[in-house]
């Protein structure tokens, strides 16, 4: 078993730190403060492959591994998680739905516009009553001749205020929880669907979350992404690709934090040497240290078994327990190491804190993912 990167690995891994240092850090702080999400950015990233990573080159994707993707987002959540996250939203969730359950012609029209940067995508699952309990969604769409006509308000969806296309999920059948569940992408210029209310967010800031607002919208049948009442199914297999993200993008954020912290510390005088020198700040980093490499490894493990083609439920909902736990674990020794520099927004360790609590919370929150692993551990998968 190697667990060294190859050479066109570190290759990536080193463009996309380049262009995270170069085109997102500069403008870091001023971004944050005003909750800018930087679509001209965005779509360069585009341009360089960052926004089709997984998929096919005959579709305009990178066509690599998702050992790859994951090395992807850990190097842009070092610099800003919140770019990262928009960039994980696209990739695993919008496109990711569009190219899972899209049939040939479907993925020939969209998938183009999605890898490539010229289009945004977005992802529907959540609503005001339905988070946790994903499945119990109030949002309709009813037929219409040879149409749908969808209602409804989704929250906390990321990128929609920018999205050209969005995956809605919508109940077609209420009489069936789990197989009564629709998904149907959405151009965003169609009537009837538009973003609504933006959040003012404790961190991630750079990232756009906003609803998503359908009223009365009408979407032909053309747009139904695989079976009608599959769509349920079909996005927890989604969720699973975006979980094995949303660790990665944990492990970015502690190896920034640590980092910034270790580096500190050798600077940072007290009692006339550096506090790198005294025990407690060591031990903390040891800590910190050790954890996010176990967290990386669980991260490449469910990537492997992705890459694989085999059932990475149980495998990507650990990488995302443990990673997004050591994260938080992370960011609060940073900010403890800078001391009361940590509270201050010159410095690099509060963003980091501000920012890491997402990761326990989205795409399945800490709860979720021990319910899910429990599930497989008992069941023998």
């Known amino acids: 078993m190697d667990f060294r990167l190859t050479e066109d690995q570190l290759l990536i891994q080193q463009s996309v730190r380049e262009f995270a240092e170069s085109e997102i850090k500069p403008h870091l702080m001023e971004w944050d403060e005003a909750q800018h999400f930087p ?98 969604l109030r949002t309709v769409a009813v037929k219409d001749g ?54 003012n967010k404790l961190g991630m800031r750079v990232s756009d979350t906003a609803e998503l607002v359908l009223e009365d919208c009408r979407v032909p049948s053309a747009n139904i992404l695989g079976e009608i009442g599959h769509g349920f199914i079909d996005a927890m297999r989604v969720l699973d690709g975006g979980r094995i993200s949303i660790g990665a993008l944990a492990v970015g954020i502690a190896r920034g934090a640590y980092e910034a ?57 650990m990488a995302k327990l443990y990673a997004s736990e050591v994260a938080v674990r992370a960011t609060e020794k940073g900010v403890q190491i800078f001391g009361g520099y940590g509270f201050i927004k010159e410095f690099p360790a509060e963003k980091y804190y501000r920012d890491v609590k997402l990761c326990t919370i989205g795409e399945g929150t800490s709860e979720i993912q021990r319910m899910v692993i429990a599930r497989n551990i008992l069941a023998g998968n």
């Open 261 to 317: 912290a270790r580096d500190y510390s050798k600077q940072r005088q007290a009692f006339g040497k550096p506090i790198s020198d005294f025990q407690a700040i060591q031990f903390m980093l040891a800590d910190m240290a050790t954890e996010i490499e176990a967290a990386r490894l669980l991260c490449h493990r469910a990537a492997t078994v992705k890459d694989a083609g085999e059932k990475v439920t149980q495998f990507s909902a």
């Open 146 to 199: 040879e149409d749908w006509v969808l209602n409804g308000t989704k929250n906390f969806i990321t990128n929609a205020t920018y999205a050209d296309i969005s995956v809605v999920l919508a109940i077609t059948d209420r009489n069936d929880q789990k197989r009564g569940i629709t998904a149907f992408a959405i151009e965003m210029d169609r009537p009837g669907i538009r973003p609504g209310k933006k959040e």
């Open 39 to 136: 679509v001209d950015t965005f779509k360069r990233a585009g341009e360089l492959g960052m926004l089709g990573v997984t998929f096919p080159e005959e579709y305009g994707g990178a066509g690599l591994s998702y050992v790859d993707y994951v090395n992807v987002i850990e190097e842009l959540g070092v610099v800003d998680s919140g770019f990262a996250l928009s960039v994980a939203a696209h990739n695993s969730l919008g496109s990711g739905h569009i190219y899972l359950a899209g049939n040939d012609e479907q993925k020939k029209k969209w998938m183009p516009k999605l890898t490539t940067g010229e289009w945004i995508g977005a992802w529907g699952l959540t609503e005001p009553g339905s988070g946790s309990d994903s499945a119990g």
